[in-house]
């Protein structure tokens, strides 16, 4: 596989369960990223990885808990969620944080997740 | 963060040129100007970006104002495909800090008429 790979593509859950999403990337980059995009709101950037360490938490609920193995994998661990964060989580990936060339960000196709 | 104003919609006819607008009248001499599309139920992909001067490449050309205020992204023919929420967005030149991260607008919705 090639790119940026998210699973599951779709998934339910209730307030109380536990549930993961994964992201993969097959392109050697070195960051990695978690979005949420919310109806009729903009994309809004949750996490930032770089080389496995985490360096930006946008004042995400702890009910939000990210993981990055290596800098391949990214997950992002959901627990006790509300229906309000039923959204696209979008996973990104980029060779770096620059603006300039190589610092551009490749996206997954992102999991539908709602909250009952 | 320098913002970025873009129409909410725009409607173009298959195999014409679209030129998408975007201002940005606060931009800092070292920002640079990029530009994402999301295409329907798929997330945002990368279409371009530049500094000072006109870019092209293979999706679409990036045409730059002299005084940097404003850009506007060309499609040279658009297809059907080419239906999508376009993205300006500018990013500061960080090497590892939150300015370089990429803050999304609204961004112009694209139709493309057959």
New interface residues.
Partial sequence: ETGVTQTPRHLVMGMTNKKSLKCEQHLGHNAMYWYKQSAKKPLELMFVYNFKEQTENNSVPSRFSPECPNSSHLFLHLHTLQPEDSALYLCASSQDRAARPGGEQFFGPGTRLTVL | DAKTTQPNSMESNEEEPVHLPCNHSTISGT??I?W?RQLP??????VI?GLTSNVNNRMASLAIAEDRKSSTLILHRATLRDAAVYYCIL????????Q????????TKLSVKP
Wanted: charged content about 15%; aromatic content about 18%; overall charge neutral.
């Fill in positions: 920002d640079y990029h994402y139920s798929q997330g945002p992909e990368y970006h990013r500061a030149p960080n090497y590892g800090g939150s370089g991260n990429l803050i999304f607008g609204k961004g």
